[in-house]
């Protein structure tokens, strides 16, 4: 599946769309920076609630397809012009962590 | 293939705009083709190293070799030194203040994952005078 494809399938709010067909091969849950450069996967979509612009540095490190704020959480203006920057792809979802996960899950199953 | 060297200077005190050496290393790796997953080892050794020295060290300078066989990045500081490095290479063991845990850092992951995404990895530290953190990524033939 696609960044765009899962755009459409989850009904996501687009802040920056840099890379739409990237693909994505899985999830990460979390919002400790390190530990999501330790644990998540690459190509993975990476769901949080940090708004800071650490996160489209992380992103990039860590080569995930995407960042999704979830519970509504707005990027702050240096994040969306870093993600702009550097070419990350950062979308947004209003329901809560778990909720968007397990849609998440559904809908790469 | 000619050894690339590469060095960047990484600012002191702000760990909002931590990450330019990285990112500027990211880009020129890719530029040279190496593979995908060594990048990203690579970028993730940097990106950690760099956010150590701006936490603790008031800043320093990242130094990157690319040889045929390995990357090899060295981050040089001169700040206040590692104590006791085996605690320092715990998970979760961290010495870092509020403001970088509020952020996102600070959860003691990041010397682990430097050892994590490196083939090898050594620290020169002595209290007082300084740190240097040396990884070295394998590039597969």
Redesign the interface.
């Known amino acids: 599946m696609t960044v765009q494809e899962l755009i459409s399938a989850m009904d996501l709010t687009v802040f920056h769309l840099a890379q739409p067909e990237r693909p994505i091969s899985g999830c990460y849950v979390g919002?400790?920076?390190?530990?999501v450069?330790?644990r998540a996967g690459?190509d993975c979509a990476w769901l949080t609630i940090?708004s800071?612009?650490?996160?489209a540095?992380?992103a990039?490190?860590?080569?995930v397809s995407c960042v999704i704020l979830t519970e509504g959480v707005q990027p702050d203006a240096?994040l969306l012009r870093r993600a702009q920057d550097?070419e990350v792809n950062l979308l947004g979802i209003g329901s809560d962590t778990f909720s968007a996960a397990c849609q998440l899950g559904k809908v790469l199953a | 293939m000619e050894t690339i060297r590469l060095v960047y200077p990484v600012e002191g005190g702000d760990l909002i705009e931590a990450g330019e050496a990285s990112s500027k290393m990211k880009l020129t790796l890719k530029k040279l083709g190496l593979p995908q997953d060594v990048i990203r080892r690579a970028s993730i050794c940097m990106y950690e190293g760099e956010i150590n020295m701006v936490i603790h060290a008031d800043g320093g300078q990242a130094e990157v070799e690319v040889e045929a066989d390995q990357i090899v990045i060295r981050m040089i500081d001169t700040g206040p030194g590692i104590p006791d490095v085996e605690q320092a290479m715990q998970e979760g063991y961290s010495t870092a203040g509020s403001t970088a845990r509020e952020l996102g850092f600070g959860a003691g992951m990041g010397l682990p994952n430097m050892k994590r995404y490196s083939d090898e990895m050594t620290i020169d530290t002595e209290v007082g005078k300084g740190t240097t953190v040396t990884v070295k990524i394998k590039v597969p033939q």
């Open positions: 919002d400790l920076l390190s530990w450069m330790g690459q940090m800071n612009q650490n996160v540095a992380v990039l490190m860590a080569d240096d550097k």
